[in-house]
């Protein structure tokens, strides 16, 4: 009789073993929209057979969904821009830490969260955009120089409403401290030569109009901008690029991912944010969007590539997010709407 039951849960074991297609599915929340993530996903298939199935939304509404769904969360997955979010979700107890030798080896150390909740997949980097014919590149030089006198009327920003801007300043508090960071930022409000802009394309085509002569803004947006009109009078600045302090390079991002803490296949999703992060996917993930591949052995787009090389502020992303709320209370006490 023992006998048998063993047998029986031998055959029910091994016949639950041959299903591995349904197992496999991952499902993937992703605030990257369906045009940059279906053709990896697609790509993602047809070489290992796993399907992928995902919703796309905002950040907030799918943060909010799987705070929700609890343990009976579909997702095995979440794929978001800006440490600020994945630094929220992980904060929030949505993700679980993995350990993963593929993704550290392909994810530089400043580019993931030190407790593997999430993992960078491209790069964005917030640098300066300058009119050509109103300012020479060797008048520019780091971030903080935008405060300075001579700028005065000059200056145009994004709101500080936007994520983008506050991971930017959360990471100078990190790198300048509290007290100087807001001195600098307050010397950029003084600089405005209008009220900032609700985004990065906006400001960049009042710096081409001439209403200011700088801003700061994400590359891709220059990208797009410059691919629709290629006759602006607009270059990228490498800012911070000479400095021997923490705040040397270049402020960069990261679009991510992390495998959710109620995942029913953890596994899959963590192969899956492996493969994103492998020569073979990243230039399918960073090119659609003109961002940099997060893997340093992933050359950039060719017209990426032409803006010039940089070098990276090493600061880990995650204070973009731990910090955020005192940037949110910086930027309001210096006046930055
Ligand atoms: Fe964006």
Redesign the pocket.
Known sequence: MRTACLHTFAALALSLSALPTLAEEVTVYSARNEQLIKPLFDAYTRETGVQVKFITDKEGPLMARLKAEGRNTPADMLLT?DAGNLWQAGDEGLLRPITSKVLDANVPAHLRDPGGEWYGLSV?ARTLVYNTNRVKPADLSTYEDLAAPKWKQRLCLRTSKKV?NQSLVAMMITEYGEGKTEDMVTGWVKNLATAPFPDDTKAMEAVAAGQCDVTIV?T??FGRLMDKSPNLPLAIFWPNQTLTSKAAGVHVNVSGAGVTKYAKNPAGAQKLIEWLSSDKAQNLFADVNMEYPVNPQVKPDAKVAAWGSFRQNLINVKDAGSLQARAVKLMDRAGYK
């Open positions: 821009v964005r983008y994400n891709y947006y």
